[in-house]
């Protein structure tokens, strides 16, 4: 059973930055994607960043573009470097993962979900 838990969401003023980690285990990563996704109140939940385990690819969101890194280690974790922080980027973020050598933007592709982590930026 893959089980994502993430941290580090909290709260921050605008132009700041904040570094979630997800934390993956119950498999070997090397042939997943993880993905991060973000829901506002009122929103559905949408994609931010992905990248894939094994060629290291990543892709973006158009609104996160530039200022968003997502990044994994050797030790299954997988990071979301979120730098120029806007009140717009106010949601709760979730971690997610699926099996696959390809990036995907769809939530619907993802199997695997954490709880969820809440990040609010002040205007």
């Known amino acids: 059973q893959v089980q994502l838990v993430e941290s580090g969401g909290g709260l921050v003023q605008a132009g700041g930055s904040l570094r979630l980690s997800c934390v993956a285990s119950g498999r070997t990563f090397s042939s997943y994607d993880l993905g991060w996704f973000r829901q506002a109140p009122g929103k559905e939940r949408a994609f931010v960043a992905a990248i894939n385990w094994s060629g290291g690819r990543t892709n973006y969101a158009d609104a996160v573009q530039g200022r968003f890194t997502i990044s994994g280690d050797t030790k299954n974790t997988v990071y979301l470097q979120m730098n120029s922080l806007k009140p717009e980027d106010t949601a709760v973020y979730y971690c997610?993962?699926?099996?696959?050598?390809?990036?995907?933007?769809?939530?619907?592709?993802?199997?695997?979900w954490g709880q969820g982590t809440q990040v609010t930026v002040s205007s």
């Open positions: 997610a993962a699926r099996r696959a050598t390809w990036t995907s933007s769809s939530r619907d592709d993802y199997d695997y």
